[in-house]
């Protein structure tokens, strides 16, 4: 198994609160793999230390061979942040072709990704103007225009629409194939049988790291929600 | 390649606020005429306040509109999320830095040319030397709003930060006293201004046909000052955040 990036003794500290205390996982290069857990677990802090954007305590992050932030990986990497991180007064080409623009591409590239993305109708309207699950698509086009090796995204079907959701997965399935490691954070336990490989994180620690079969396996019940509360109940008597 | 594409976004987020570049555009013009009614008939007293007004305004609105769309880029992500790609600093502060002094630039030019040719200002010195100082003031607007967006978490503190900022420098630039005439340590004060040294460069235009020894050395301060302003800034962006 190639490793795309390692997490090893991770220590993060957001004001007094410890959200990470010696957090380690491995995740596959050419996967999908899912980040699950209850908000406020620690997802989204572990996907901003993995992108290099997070100030950490202790411990190292590993990327493609190189620490986590270091500027090789950063034409390396996509990233897309839980809130829609784009400029609310371009429109949806504007703002994919300014992030292209910075991975010296070109607007093609940028078509291709609004493409990818369902916008391609609504290229041309200001971000300000689109619904909520809109923006957070033009987000996404901005987060895999430049074809990263791997692609960090944060909750990225909340408020699509089923069908969306499904398109959505399905080319988070294709970038794998192509060789991309992607981490795809979620609370919704039913995308969770999309993956190769889930993370399930509760509270900063680490509860499951496997298949989804095997998970479910593990906790004996082939529902992942039913299997989660299994899991933390067993590491609850474990300790 | 990354500064100019950079550069280019900025003036298109400004593009799609025609609402916001009539201001830029027309408010200074507005208030040069206002002044000028206020001291009709005293051509000499007009003279002295539009022109050193010419070398303000470009700073107040800048130091704004700046502060604000650099603030935007911390609070809605976009900055975290640029630092997640080949973006340097220096793209960023150098692209904010062109692009609304490049706008500067064209406020001060419909500024000047109304003041010059509709209300009949006067100057000993030559209008693009006008020009030049105000866009040097806007462009220290532009580093000082990059700067002091670091200390604000919301849109609320970054204006609280105009009268900061702005005022003291208004008060002892030498518009309302004399500088000679000020109290010793609001001199000293003064003379840590950036403003008090580009108003003077302004006046030194107004006196002078010639640009004068004094005018270039106080251009020279401002430009210093900007580039204190910029690295200063560019300190206060982080890659990595708490």
Not at chain 1, 124 to 134: D, E, I, T
Not at chain 2, 29 to 38: E, K
Not at chain 2, 81 to 108: H, I, M
Request: contains cysteine; hydrophobic residues 50%; proline residues 4%.
């Amino acid at each position: 198994m190639d490793t795309a990036i390692e997490v090893e003794g991770l220590v993060v500290k957001r004001g007094k609160r410890v959200v990470l205390d010696g957090f380690s996982c491995v995740i596959p290069r050419g996967s999908v793999t899912g980040l699950l857990g209850p908000s406020g677990s620690g997802k989204t802090t572990l996907m901003r230390a993995i992108v290099g954007v997070q100030v950490v305590a202790g411990g190292t992050v590993t990327v493609l061979g190189h620490p986590a932030g270091s500027a090789p990986l950063r034409r390396k990497i996509g990233y897309l942040t839980q809130a829609p991180s784009v400029y609310a007064d371009l429109t949806v080409a504007e703002n994919t072709r300014y992030f292209a623009s910075l991975y010296r591409l070109r607007s093609a590239d940028a078509d291709r990704a609004i493409e990818a993305v369902g916008l391609a109708d609504h290229r041309n309207q200001l971000v300000a103007n689109l619904s909520g699950g809109q923006r957070s698509r033009a987000s996404l086009a901005c987060a895999i225009v430049s074809r990263p090796e791997v692609l960090v995204l944060d909750e990225p079907t909340v408020g699509q629409d089923p069908v969306l959701r499904d398109e959505l997965w399905d080319h988070f399935r294709r970038l794998a194939a192509d060789g991309a490691t992607v981490l795809v954070s979620s609370h919704v336990m039913d995308e969770a049988n999309r993956c190769d490989r889930l993370l399930l994180i509760r509270e900063g620690v680490l509860i499951a790291d496997d298949t989804p079969a095997a998970v479910k396996t593990a906790a004996g019940t082939q529902d992942l929600d039913e299997a989660f509360l299994r899991l933390i109940k067993q590491q609850a008597v474990a300790a | 390649m990354i500064l100019a594409s950079t550069i280019r976004r900025i003036i298109t987020q400004l593009r799609h606020d025609p609402r916001t570049i009539a201001m830029i555009i027309v408010v200074p013009t507005l208030l040069i005429t206002l002044i000028y009614f206020m001291y009709e008939g005293m051509p000499n007293i007009f003279d002295r306040i539009a022109l050193t007004m010419l070398g303000i305004f470009p700073f107040i609105v800048m130091f704004l509109i700046t502060s604000i769309a650099m603030l935007r880029e911390r609070t809605t992500g976009t900055l975290e999320r640029l630092f997640t790609t080949p973006v340097g600093k220096l793209d960023l502060l150098f692209g904010y830095g062109v692009a609304f002094g490049l706008a500067a630039a064209v406020q001060a030019a419909v500024a000047a040319g109304f003041a010059y040719w509709v209300l009949d200002m006067h100057t000993a010195g030559s209008v693009s030397l006008v020009i030049l100082i105000a866009v040097a003031n806007a462009v220290l607007g532009v580093a000082l709003g990059l700067l002091c967006s670091a200390f604000a978490r919301t849109e609320f503190q970054a204006v609280q930060f105009m009268p900061l900022v702005v005022a003291p420098q208004l008060l002892l630039c030498g518009l309302f006293v004399p500088r000679e005439e000020m109290a010793g340590w609001l001199q000293a004060i003064s003379n840590l201004l950036p403003m008090s040294y580009s108003v003077e460069a302004l006046t030194e235009v107004g006196a002078n046909a010639e640009p004068t020894g004094i005018m270039w050395r106080d251009l020279t301060i401002v430009v210093g000052a900007i580039v204190v302003a910029l690295i200063l800034g560019a300190a206060t962006l982080r890659r990595r955040t708490p």
